[in-house]
């Protein structure tokens, strides 16, 4: 299972929301780079990065700073927020980024998604925010009727990298990953899923680790490696000893 540091980036910041809620902001660097320079020293194989202004406005709205990231480190990172058009991939795509997450896209044009999928393969990823088990698209601010395993079972077998499986009352809040949701999406399904939200200390990664019936790709941890509660170090050397 691989560790992977977010970064969310607001008004060219790197931030954390609670539950993704934009009033309830905390900014950790005013240069998202340097974060991720930080987490590349660190060990990280792969991270994160959501720029949560484009994920409200449906276009990007930092990616001048995103490529500047790609610019910066050797890490690979994979990108989400305001992603809706082939435009936009071709743009993050061809400027240095590796994969590129689509969520409310998913949910609003199958028909992108699968020609965004045929275009590039293995850089797709499918993300999933769910509240109260039922997808929820702009930025999470408009919740709907579909549930998250029917959403992604409609993507099998199209070649995506992933899915990132967001519970979004816990992100943000350090209260535990949502082990059983996860679980249960990556059994329904044979997308490789990585698990978001909530990680609060090094527990849940191993409770991760120690899920055997079914394959969890990765998990993104956030707020928790800024605040302290979890070592990117020993949170890498934990899921290097399980496998």
């Known amino acids: 299972m691989i560790i992977i540091p977010a970064i969310d980036i607001k008004d060219g910041k790197c931030v954390r929301l609670a539950q993704g809620d934009f009033n309830r902001v905390t900014v950790y660097a005013d240069n998202p780079a340097d974060m991720a320079l930080t987490w590349e020293r660190k060990g990280a194989r792969l991270i994160h990065i959501v720029d949560l202004d484009g994920s409200v406005a449906g276009l990007p709205r930092n990616a001048g700073r995103i490529l500047e990231i790609c610019t910066k480190v050797q890490t690979p990172i994979q990108v989400g927020g305001g992603i809706r058009n082939m435009e936009t991939i071709d743009y993050y795509l061809t400027g240095g980024v590796s994969s590129v997450i ?142």
């Open 102 to 243: 689509l969520g409310t896209a998913a949910l609003q044009d199958e028909k992108f998604v699968r020609a965004a999928a045929d275009k590039y393969p293995g850089k797709i990823i499918l993300g999933i925010d769910a509240l109260d088990g039922f997808v929820a698209i702009q930025g999470w601010t408009e919740k709907t009727g579909r549930t998250a395993a029917d959403l992604a079972k409609n993507y099998e077998n199209c070649g995506l990298k992933a899915i990132v499986y967001t519970d979004i009352k816990r992100d943000g809040m350090e209260t535990g990953v949502n082990i059983e949701a996860t679980r249960a999406l990556a059994k329904e399904v044979n997308i490789p899923v990585i698990a978001s939200g909530g990680v609060a200390a090094i527990t849940d990664v191993e409770k991760l680790l120690a899920v055997k019936d079914c394959s969890i790709y990765g998990v993104i941890i956030g707020r928790a490696l800024y605040t302290g509660a979890i070592s990117l170090e020993e949170a890498i050397a934990k899921s290097r000893n399980d496998s």
